[in-house]
């Protein structure tokens, strides 16, 4: 964590109330009665990325509840179910699962269930039982109940890679207006473009609703690389087969000298 970050946690209610005075009429993540901002615009990995955090802060019209929900890019994820026979463990089933959230993360004033119904979490996606995760492609043969197990499996995975949250955050209500959260973004966060939907939430009902997008991207030799590989994809491989090959025989050149 910079000299800089530690500052801006250190002084981060005061300069939560002057920041937040300044821009409740100019940021360009408003909406009615809620306005948001993060102290960065994006997350830049390079060689050194460790993990990054990011304050998001804002201010309400009401001192109602908030809910923060991050989502990262969709991708088509799939689940393998390892077996072991004859004492060796090897795949199994595989369930794919389309359009699943790489990255995923709840923050919230309240504990979530007491602040709105089971119907309007699973209509907006809030908390890790209701992402409403859909099969792609799966075996014929199995049934409902398995399914449900990859699922869990997937959630619970993704949890132990630090991409899920396991229990939502906290978010800290400053006043009567502010409020306050800290991002974690770990050092195997996906690169792309990060949904942050902010809601405030009044009487068991959400009033106000605020979306902004978040950049995650490699900056550096490794974007340069990652660029490349992307846009040159044989090239590439063709590259890191011949360097692997090139490795390979220096290092068996090394041990048969010490030999």
Do not use: C
């Amino acid at each position: 964590m910079t000299l800089s970050h530690r500052l801006l946690k250190l002084t981060a209610v005061p300069l939560l109330a002057l920041v937040v005075a300044g821009f409740l009429s100019t940021s360009s993540a408003q909406a009615k009665g809620l306005d948001v901002d993060l102290s960065k615009p994006d997350v830049r990995l390079d060689v050194s990325f460790k993990g990054s955090e990011l304050l998001l802060f804002g201010a309400r019209d009401s001192q109602s509840d908030i809910i923060v929900v991050v989502r990262g890019p969709n991708k088509d994820t799939p689940v393998r179910l390892k077996e072991r026979i004859a004492g060796i463990w090897v795949s199994g089933n595989e369930v794919v699962f389309e359009g699943v959230p790489s990255y995923y993360a709840v923050a919230s004033s309240r504990q979530i269930d007491e602040l709105l119904s089971p119907e309007i979490l699973s209509q907006e996606k809030i908390g890790l039982g209701q992402l409403g995760l859909r099969v792609k492609s799966a075996p014929a043969t199995m049934a409902p109940a398995q399914l449900d197990n990859f699922k869990a499996g997937l959630v619970r995975n993704l949890v132990a890679e630090n991409l899920y949250t396991g229990e939502p955050g906290k978010i800290d209500l400053v006043g009567k207006q502010l409020f306050r959260t800290d991002l974690w973004f770990p050092a195997n966060v996906h690169v792309g473009t990060y949904v942050v939907d902010t809601y405030m939430v009044t009487n068991g009902n959400i009033t106000t609703r605020n979306s902004t997008q978040l950049s995650v991207h490699k900056v550096g030799i490794e974007a340069e690389i990652f660029s490349f590989a992307r846009e040159n994809a044989l090239l590439y491989g063709l590259l890191a087969i011949l360097i692997a090959g090139v490795a390979g025989w220096i290092a068996n050149a090394v041990f048969r000298k010490r030999g």
